[in-house]
Nanobody
């Protein structure tokens, strides 16, 4: 069965860095996209960054461009989200999700499979 397991969240000071990992299993990665989403208290879930596995094409939300970087490791079936220059407004639960095909889609409603989430807190 499809499984997505996130790790790497935590507490970091403003300006700091974290790397999130999403280990995927139970499906052939070449056919899909993997996205990172986040949800802060009282806010809707939003797309942060998405990668198309087959060619590495990426998408970033404007709010994270230049600070976050998404990548993949085929040997480990894992997607990473490197987050630099973190701000308090980046505080949220971060989820990875598998798209339903290879098309880059940014709305959470178009993703069927989700990980359990990992908390990222940016605070001094």
């Amino acid at each position: 069965q499809v499984q997505l397991v996130e790790s790497g969240g935590g507490l970091v000071q403003p300006g700091g860095s974290l790397r999130l990992s999403c280990a995927a299993s139970g499906f052939t990665l070449d056919y899909y996209t993997i996205g990172w989403f986040r949800q802060a208290p009282g806010k809707e879930r939003e797309g942060v960054s998405i990668i198309r596995w087959r060619d590495g094409y990426t998408y970033y939300a404007d709010s994270v461009k230049g600070r976050f970087s998404i990548s993949r490791d085929s040997a480990k079936s894992t997607v990473y989200l490197q987050m630099n220059s973190l701000k308090p407004e980046d505080t949220a639960v971060y989820y990875c999700a598998r798209g339903n095909d290879w098309i880059i889609r940014t709305t959470p409603e178009t993703y069927t499979y989700w990980g359990q989430g990992t908390q990222v807190t940016v605070s001094s």
